[in-house]
């Protein structure tokens, strides 16, 4: 199957700096990915939608403000959290669709661990 | 509102079989997911039922009832690797963007 990295897999940061997140598809180009954020023992909630070439679409309640997307390439999408605080500490993953498999499949990155001290 | 829920937790004996469920609400459907991820890991896809049935593959299958918004997950002769979490889900508007449910924890002892 198709690959998804991110980077970093693990990052501590002060509260109020910004921290970026690249997620890259590895072997297969990728006009939209996704972005989720995961709290612990809870489920993957959506947070946006990657765009190649236009503005992200968000979920509602996740502000574009603090969760800066930039899709700037077909195997490149980033999520920059922008003065960051301890309730951002969250393990935020990336995906990208499986194209035109027609089962709904979604590659997703590894993930990358956020600690907001 | 969109939602699909599933137990939290699920315990099962090594080699037993372990059914996991999953109902929904949507205003529109166009399938059901399942994805396994291990703890600190990335969910990894199992299966898709785009119509009523049992679908499947190796030692899991995925049934879906569409009348009923229900489906589930079966786990044949479990596995201690296979104690993870597995998330139903559903395509929003089309094949693309995603909703997971709210996730059971397969806990598989020996």
């Known amino acids: 199957g198709a690959v998804v990295s991110q980077h970093p897999s693990r990052v501590i940061c002060k509260s109020g700096t910004s921290v970026k997140i690249e997620c890259r598809s590895l072997?297969?180009?990728?006009?939209?990915m996704f972005w989720y954020r995961q709290f612990p023992k809870q489920s993957l909630m959506l947070m946006a939608t990657?765009?190649?070439?236009?503005?992200?679409?968000?979920e509602q309640g996740v502000e574009k403000d603090k969760f800066l997307i930039n899709h700037a390439s077909l195997t490149l999408s980033t999520l920059t959290v922008t003065s960051a605080h301890p309730e951002d500490s969250s393990f935020y993953i990336c995906?990208?669709?499986?194209?035109?498999?027609?089962?709904?499949?979604?590659?997703f990155g590894p993930g990358t661990r956020l600690t907001v001290l | 509102g969109q939602s699909l829920e599933q137990p939290s937790e699920v315990t099962a004996v090594e080699g037993a079989i372990v059914q996991i469920n999953c109902t929904y609400q949507?205003?529109?459907?166009?399938?059901l997911s399942w994805y396994q991820q291990h703890d600190g890991g990335a969910p990894t896809f199992l299966s898709y039922?785009?119509?009523?049935g049992l679908e499947e593959t190796g030692r899991f299958s995925s049934f879906l009832s569409r009348s009923d918004s229900y489906g589930y997950l079966l786990l044949q002769e479990l596995q201690m690797k296979d104690s993870a979490s597995y998330f139903c889900?559903?395509?929003?508007?089309?094949?693309?963007?995603?909703?997971f449910g709210t996730g059971t924890k397969l806990q598989v002892i020996p």
């Open positions: 995906s990208a669709p499986a194209g035109t498999s027609g089962n709904n499949e979604q590659f």
């Open positions: 949507t205003s529109g459907f166009y399938g």
């Open positions: 039922n785009a119509l009523d």
């Open positions: 889900a559903y395509p929003r508007g089309g094949y693309q963007k995603v909703t």
């Open positions: 990657s765009n190649e070439g236009s503005k992200a679409t968000y």
């Open positions: 072997d297969f180009q990728a006009t939209t």
